[in-house]
């Protein structure tokens, strides 16, 4: 099983950047997905998650209009578009797949670095 983000990077404050995550070694059309952060010194936060079929999304208050979350689970790949970046979302983004079948299940990416400068 892998999770494997890319699109991190270095940008300034009102600009944007495109994470994705490329999964493999699981049935990714079977799992919800979802992206988390954790910044320094703070607890790893769910930023953005949408189901197995894209029906349902949700975001953080803190992301809600900026970031969108979208998945092609002909390509095994969930994204996400971050626009107006400020500051406060520099952070380390982690990729999840999650399942309940007869328990829960999921699995996280090793996570991409975002700074967003002032």
């Known amino acids: 099983v892998q999770l494997v983000e890319s699109g991190g990077g270095l940008v300034h404050a009102g600009g944007s950047l495109r994470l994705s995550c490329a999964a493999s070694?699981?049935?990714?059309?079977?799992?919800?997905m979802s992206w988390y952060r954790q910044a320094p010194g703070k607890e790893r936060e769910q930023v953005a998650g949408?189901?197995?079929?894209?029906?349902?999304?949700h975001y953080a208050d803190s992301v809600k209009g900026r970031f969108t979350i979208s998945r092609d689970n002909a390509k095994n790949t969930v994204y996400l578009q971050m626009n107006s970046l400020k500051p406060e979302d520099t952070a380390v983004y982690y990729c999840?797949?999650?399942?309940?079948?007869?328990?829960?299940?999921?699995?996280w990416g090793q996570g991409t670095q975002v700074t967003v400068s002032s």
């Open positions: 949408i189901t197995s079929a894209g029906g349902s999304i």
């Open positions: 999840n797949a999650a399942v309940f079948l007869s328990g829960f299940l999921d699995y």
């Open positions: 070694g699981f049935t990714f059309s079977r799992f919800a």
